[in-house]
């Protein structure tokens, strides 16, 4: 069994300089990289608003640069998917389909995944008109015509934020009312350039290159309809990635991981940060500042 100080599940923004502050901390390190190394940035394509970068990064790329930071100061990188873990001893164990893994400490950073609409044509242009971060993807949107995709807080933010940028909203949902707090409703019904269709749904995304049009069904006719569009930003929210914790980890509103003193999980020595504790913020920025946190919270755990 491979023994560690220190155990990092997941690495993206949050993980990887967890790693790097572990490591450099001179705590024997690995980071667990999961289905999708390098996390939710790795599907994005350039990253204008991480500090440093004036000229923006490709998001794979920042992820590059990150895990080679930490491999600098001697953080091990294991590929392969946690398949369980035993928070229920110290030390804790972590099992992937070929090694189990101990360790003092355990930094969780395994974030969360956008919910998206499932249908035909949303795979083929993720990235190319459709988008589920308006923080993210909203500025290249200038001057254009969009909808959202949501009822609830997270579409009504989203769509508010894209009036900075967009031409038009059109807020899409598919129940005849929203079910966002009713401040945020406000904020949006109040806006001049947001507009709401009811009872209505993205059956169909169309373009070749990019997105071009939606097809829209509407719930109480069953009429389909076609409308001309630059961008999708789909708003439905998001799913921690807590399977793995469920019954050894305290869990709130949503499944996410409850973070007492911003990085304590209900399990001593085992610590969160980023987006799988983080609904409100879900910024790669924000992510590594948890991540930060974790790394420093652990290291005086283990001292
Ligand atoms: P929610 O689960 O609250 O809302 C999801 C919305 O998407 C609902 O309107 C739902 O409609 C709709 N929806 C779900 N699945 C589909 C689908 N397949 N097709 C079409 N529509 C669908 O998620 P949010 O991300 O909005 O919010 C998550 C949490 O984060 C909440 O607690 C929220 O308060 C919080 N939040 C807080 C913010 C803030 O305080 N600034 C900002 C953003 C979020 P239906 O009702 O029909 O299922």
């Not at 967890?18 to 390098?38: E, M, Q």
């Not at 899409?172 to 406000?186: F, G, P, T």
């Amino acid at each position: 069994m491979d023994k560690y100080d220190v155990l990092i599940i997941g690495s993206g923004p949050a993980g990887l300089t967890a790693a790097i502050y572990t490591a450099r901390a001179d705590l024997k390190t690995a980071v667990i990289a999961g289905s999708v190394p390098g996390g939710q940035l790795t599907w994005t394509t350039e990253v204008e608003n991480f500090p440093g970068f004036s000229d923006g990064i490709m998001g794979p790329e920042l992820m590059q640069n990150m895990e080679k930071q930490a491999k600098r100061f001697g953080a091990n990188f294991i590929n392969a998917e946690v398949s369980s873990v035993n928070l229920g001893n110290v030390p804790f164990s972590v099992t992937t389909p070929d090694s189990v893994y101990s360790a003092r400490s355990i930094i969780i950073a395994t974030g969360a995944s956008a919910r998206w609409l499932g249908v035909e044509g949303e795979e083929k242009l993720k990235g190319k008109g459709i988008s589920a971060c308006a923080t993210c993807d909203g500025f290249f949107f200038k001057g254009k015509d969009v909808i959202v995709v949501g009822g609830g807080d997270s579409a009504m933010e989203e769509a508010t934020f894209l009036t900075k940028f967009a031409n038009s909203v059109t807020v899409v949902h598919r129940d005849a009312e929203l079910n966002a707090s009713k401040v945020m409703q406000k904020r949006a019904i109040d806006n001049p350039k947001i507009s709401i269709i009811f009872n209505s749904e993205i059956v169909k995304f169309n373009g070749e290159e990019k997105l071009e049009s939606v097809t829209l069904k509407n719930r109480s006719t069953n009429a389909n309809e076609e409308k001309n569009i630059d961008g999708v930003f789909v708003a439905i929210g998001h799913t921690p990635n807590t399977e793995l914790f469920k019954d050894q980890i305290e869990l709130g509103k949503g499944g996410y991981i409850v973070a007492k003193n911003e990085t304590e999980t209900s399990v001593v020595g085992v610590y969160v940060a980023g987006d799988v504790s983080d609904f409100k913020y879900r910024q790669a920025i924000t992510a590594a500042g948890a991540g930060c946190k974790a790394a420093i919270d652990v290291e005086r755990y283990l001292d």
